[in-house]
Structures are given as structure tokens and as C-alpha cells.
């Protein structure tokens, strides 16, 4: 059974601040990485994808990927009000196309 | 920017009815996908679809669910026999194929099933 793991939460940061959300995934051969955005009662909203070793960055976001470690990262600059929504890790497997096994999400509030 | 667009936004249906989730993908994509959410849960995997055909499927998509591509533009799930615990929000969603990200999420149809 493939398992993505994240933490939960709720990560509540100040506005302006750095978020850190972090994931880590049993699947050696997992080859893709997905970060999705949630709103309450909203679908998933892709913001970052990433299939090699080290950091992507896409305007105010990174998100970093460790395969030896199996942990992929996500972090979030200049935090706005706006980011507050949980953030789904998701982990493709090398043999499939997109079936992605999704964390529980980690609830992010930025306060103003 | 082009979406993933899903009707009905919501179903309301007895125990035992068929139901019928439509989705019209990205119009350049390929592959073709629905997940599910049950409420406070995890988003799952239901099947995956490609060349006009299932090409990977969950212990979840039983028999009671079954896939259609109708025509060009339009991706649809059925339900046969709808079950209680079937209730969920249902996510079409599309790519174009390996690495050019997504999969994009339609909005979903919240199925309640009473």
C-alpha cells in the first residue's frame, strides 16, 4: 500500500512569513510530485509539480524533492491571507499515468 | 485559461438509482481521470482513462461504475446502483500526458445518496 504522509497541522504562520509544508512518501519508485491547493468545500488546485532532485521555484513557491530521503517540500514566501487552504502532497508512481495516491493535507492559516 | 467543467455541481439521488457525472476535460488533453472525496477524507483515485479506453482502475471502480467518452468533448462517469457510502465529491480531471503536470481538477459534483 503506497502511503503519502504530511503533518497535519493546523500551521498557522504570520503574514509576510515563510511556510513550510513538508510530505514523505513510502514509494521508492515514485516519480512525480504534486502540490495542490484546497479551499473548504473547493477541488484541488495544481500550484507546483516536480520530478527531479533538488528545488523548483514558481514565484512565491518552492518546492523541494529528496528521493533518497523520499520527502518532497513545499514552501511558501511573503505568506498572504490569501494562501490559508489546505495543501495536498501528491506522489505519482514510475508505472502510471497521474494515478496519484494524496496525503491528508496540511490546514495552513495565514493571519493578517 | 482553459478549464475542466463538470455538471451537475450537485446530485441528490435515492439509494439504488443510476447516476450519470459529467465532464468536459481541457480540450487538448489525453488523459482523462476521476477521483473522489469523501467528506473529511483523502482525495482517491478512481480510474484513469486513455485512447478510448480504462487504462488503470482502483479496488474502488467496481462493477456498479463504468466510464464513457461519448464523443469528443465529453468524459462521463455512471454509478448503476448508487450506495450510501458512495456519497462524495466527484473530480473529473485531465492532462495532456507525462511530464506537463496536472492532473487539473474540474470543481466536482457533490453526489449525496440518501
Known amino acids: 500500500q503506497k502511503e503519502v504522509e504530511q503533518n497535519s497541522g493546523p500551521l498557522s504562520v504570520p503574514e509576510g512569513a515563510i511556510a513550510s509544508l513538508n510530505c514523505t512518501y513510502s514509494?521508492?519508485?515514485?516519480?512525480?510530485f504534486f502540490w495542490y491547493r484546497q479551499y473548504s468545500g473547493k477541488s484541488p488546485e495544481l500550484i507546483m509539480f516536480i520530478y527531479s532532485n533538488g528545488d523548483k521555484e514558481d514565484g512565491r513557491f518552492t518546492a523541494q524533492l529528496n528521493k533518497a530521503s523520499q520527502y518532497v517540500s513545499l514552501l511558501i514566501r511573503d505568506s498572504q491571507p490569501s494562501d490559508s487552504a489546505t495543501y495536498l502532497c501528491?506522489?505519482?508512481?514510475?508505472?502510471?499515468?497521474?494515478?496519484?495516491?494524496f496525503g491528508k493535507g496540511t490546514l495552513l492559516t495565514v493571519n493578517p | 485559461e482553459p478549464e475542466v467543467t463538470q455538471t451537475p455541481s450537485h446530485q441528490v439521488t435515492q439509494m439504488g438509482q443510476e447516476v450519470i457525472l459529467r465532464c468536459v476535460p481541457i480540450?487538448?488533453?489525453?488523459?482523462f481521470y476521476w477521483y473522489r472525496q469523501i467528506l473529511g477524507q483523502k482525495v482517491e483515485f478512481l480510474v484513469s482513462?486513455?485512447?478510448?479506453?480504462?487504462?488503470?482502475k482502483s479496488e474502488i471502480f467496481d462493477d456498479q461504475f463504468s466510464v464513457e467518452r461519448p464523443d469528443g468533448s465529453n468524459f462521463t462517469l455512471k454509478i448503476r446502483s448508487t450506495k450510501l457510502e458512495d456519497s462524495a465529491m466527484y473530480f473529473c480531471?485531465?492532462?495532456?500526458?507525462?511530464?506537463?503536470?496536472?492532473?487539473?481538477f474540474g470543481p466536482g459534483t457533490r453526489l449525496t445518496v440518501l
Open positions: 514509494d521508492r519508485g515514485s516519480q512525480s
Open positions: 480531471a485531465s492532462t495532456s500526458g507525462a511530464l506537463a503536470g496536472g492532473p487539473y
Open positions: 501528491a506522489v505519482n508512481d514510475g508505472g502510471s499515468n497521474y494515478k496519484l495516491t
Open positions: 482513462f486513455y485512447n478510448n479506453e480504462i487504462s488503470e
Open positions: 480540450s487538448n488533453h489525453l488523459y
